[in-house]
C-alpha cells in the first residue's frame, strides 16, 4: 500500500516563499510519474508541477519560473518549492504519484494573503 504524506502548506504573504514536501512509504524509484496537482475552492483539480523519472519537469504557465519540483530519491521525497506567491495560489495542494495506479496524499493547504 502507498502513502503520501504531504506537508509544508501555511499561511504565507504575497511574495513569500513555501517550501511543500511528499513523504512516500518506500522507494520514489517506482513512480514514473509524480506531481503537485492544487484546487481552489470552486475550482477544478489542476496540475502544478510533475516530474518523470527521466528528470524531466513540467509546469503550469503560471507557476513558471517560480516553482521548482524536486526528488530526493535518498529520502523518498518530493518537494514543491514555490517562491513569488500570489493570492491566486491559494488552494489545497496534493501530491500524486503514479505507477501502474495513481496514488494521492491527502492535500495541504497553502494561503497566500494579499
Known amino acids: 500500500q502507498v502513502q503520501l504524506v504531504e506537508s509544508g502548506g501555511g499561511l504565507v504573504q504575497a511574495g513569500g516563499s513555501l517550501r511543500l514536501s511528499c513523504a512516500a512509504s518506500?522507494?520514489?524509484?517506482?513512480?514514473?510519474?509524480m506531481g503537485w496537482y492544487r484546487q481552489a475552492p470552486g475550482k477544478p483539480r489542476e496540475l502544478v508541477a510533475s516530474?518523470?523519472?527521466?528528470?524531466?519537469?513540467n509546469y503550469a504557465d503560471s507557476v513558471k519560473g517560480r516553482f521548482t519540483i524536486s526528488r530526493d530519491n535518498a529520502k523518498n521525497t518530493v518537494y514543491l518549492q514555490m517562491n513569488s506567491l500570489k493570492p491566486e495560489d491559494t488552494a489545497v495542494y496534493y501530491c500524486?504519484?503514479?505507477?501502474?495506479?495513481?496514488?494521492w496524499g491527502q492535500g495541504t493547504q497553502v494561503t497566500v494573503s494579499s
Open positions: 500524486n504519484a503514479y505507477s501502474s495506479a495513481s496514488y
Open positions: 518506500g522507494s520514489i524509484y517506482r513512480f514514473s510519474f
Open positions: 516530474s518523470n523519472s527521466g528528470g524531466g519537469t
